[in-house]
């Protein structure tokens, strides 16, 4: 972090429009929605309660899934000897622009550099290598909750800092096809992830070799599309063949007794995809969260008029009984006045908020307030019976997920491309339109070519659509369809 950086920390004081400047909108929105405050360390952020409270939802959504597949969660060292970092040479140089070293401990000069981790591939494989023997100890299935580091220059919050939260799978498996099988299942867990809970559609595919993780055979993703056109990858998957097992040694005995090296994967979704989110979903009101991510589904502000405090004991009442039937609530009974709280809450991104004002109480009823609509729109506000209102909230908040899902589905398809125009395709490309798809021939130089000229990237390949396409970027014979996209 700059000292300028620094200083305009406390200043943020309102959120300028989204349209206008979607950088200047999105740092404004993670400082004032008290998701980081930017750390005394250059590149790092210190990730607010609010911020922790969105990442454990995700991190509990993820996690469920792992476990429900068969994985375990377990945890690696931070430090990593070099001499092991440098054994996978294709690993090693894809990472060395970005690892940062230890080179003293205490007073004590290391007569080996520890590199802080950027990945975990080393550290398993060579407790792998430990535990395997025989065929009876695959699969292995764990994954692992931790922090890394990569000694970025450019920086933003969750999209790009030096220090990060991620989880990372690290499997070993008897043969190519099961290796791959994994590969593939925890892709789609991501897929399922990003789209049934944080809310943001994904394109999921094969990467390109030169977008591919270093030591790979084949690097899988979920791409998803941000409001500027550029596209955010948001998950990772690798299927690492025999790579790092003959590496770092890792073999076992086969039913037929035969020593054979394993077949290992891995695969991690970052904080970045709270990122995304962010920008997907927000407002010029700030952020918008969708429930199944958001820490707090429902806040109760009570509306007290003079010294009578039944609006705020029905607050607590309600609360609790909400709280009982499994949802997440908070009432603000703070000493502000309930217009400041709406737009407090409104700009944190809380899906709902429930008034409870003297008419309320006599009533014994409640204001719904929707954020993802606008004052006055179809919807928006209800008045809703104590008696129905744990039914009525539950169905506004699946109504609230699945418009926002379905709001950020039409903006990836409105900005999606299919072209077989080369001109044009260059020009979308150029002019950050979206996701442009063509057929494509898969060859290094011709993407060297397109990123050159404009700086986008393949995102994902698939199946070619139909035989006999030619390549719309060179002319050559095509063999996968690709999207392409300039990226973050």
């Given amino acids: 972090m700059s000292d300028a950086e620094e200083q305009l920390e406390p200043l943020v ?106 990945t975990s591939e080393v550290t398993v494989g060579v407790m792998y290598a430990k535990w395997i023997q025989s065929h009876r100890d695959l699969p292995i299935l764990i994954n692992q909750w931790a922090n890394v580091v990569r000694w970025e220059k450019a920086t933003r919050p969750f999209l790009r800092t030096m220090e990060f939260l991620w989880q990372e799978g690290h499997t070993a498996h008897a043969s190519a096809a099961e290796a791959r099988e994994e590969t593939l299942r925890m892709l789609e867990i991501y897929r399922e992830v990003a789209q049934d809970v944080v809310g943001v559609p994904v394109y999921a ?82 952020l918008r969260l969708p429930p199944r991510l958001a820490p707090i589904e429902a806040v109760i502000v009570p509306i007290v008029r003079g010294s009578d405090s039944q609006a705020v004991e029905q607050s607590h009442q309600i ?17 502000y006045t309930p217009g400041w709280k709406y737009s407090e809450w409104e700009m944190r991104g809380v899906p709902i908020r429930l008034e409870i004002g003297p008419r309320d109480v006599q009533s014994n009823s409640v204001t719904l307030v929707r954020r993802d609509k606008s004052k006055g729109e179809e919807g928006a506000k209800a008045s809703v019976s104590r008696g129905e209102l744990a039914r009525r909230l539950r169905s506004e908040l699946d109504d609230v997920q699945r418009g926002m899902y379905q709001q950020a589905q039409a903006f990836l398809q409105a900005h999606t491309y299919s072209v077989d125009d080369r001109e044009r395709f260059f020009a979308l490309c150029e002019s950050r339109a979206g996701m442009v798809d063509i057929p494509f021939c898969n060859r290094a130089d011709c993407e060297a070519n397109v990123k050159q000229r404009t700086t986008a990237t393949t995102r994902v390949l698939r199946e070619l659509r139909e035989g006999g396409a030619v390549c719309v970027a060179c002319g050559e014979p095509a063999t996968v369809q690709a999207y392409f996209a300039q990226t973050y």
């Fill in 205 to 286: 595919g094969k990467k390109s070799a030169s977008e591919r993780f270093p030591g790979a055979v084949e690097t899988f993703s979920i791409e998803a599309l941000m409001p500027d056109g550029k596209a955010l990858q948001s998950g990772t998957s690798h299927d690492l063949g025999q790579n790092f097992s003959k590496a770092y040694d890792i073999t076992f005995a086969d039913v037929d007794q035969t020593t054979k090296h394993v077949f290992t994967t891995s695969w991690g979704m970052s904080w970045r995809m709270l990122g995304g989110m962010i920008m997907v979903h927000g407002d010029d009101r700030g």
């Fill in 319 to 335: 609360a609790q009984a909400l709280r009982a039937d499994g949802f997440r609530v908070r009432v603000d009974d703070r000493d």
């Fill in 13 to 118: 004081t309102e959120i300028p429009p989204k349209a206008d400047d979607l950088s200047a909108w999105y740092t404004a929105v993670t400082l004032k929605a008290e998701l980081v405050s930017y750390a005394p360390v250059r590149g790092c952020v210190v990730l607010r309660p609010y911020g922790f409270g969105i990442w454990e939802n995700l991190q509990k959504a993820l996690d469920e899934r792992f476990k429900a597949t068969g994985h375990e969660n377990a945890y690696f060292p931070l430090l990593i000897p070099e001499h092991l970092l440098r054994k996978e040479a294709e690993h090693v140089e894809g990472f060395a622009p970005e690892v940062a070293w230890v080179t003293q401990g205490g007073q004590e000069k290391l007569n080996e550099r520890l590199a802080i981790r950027p």
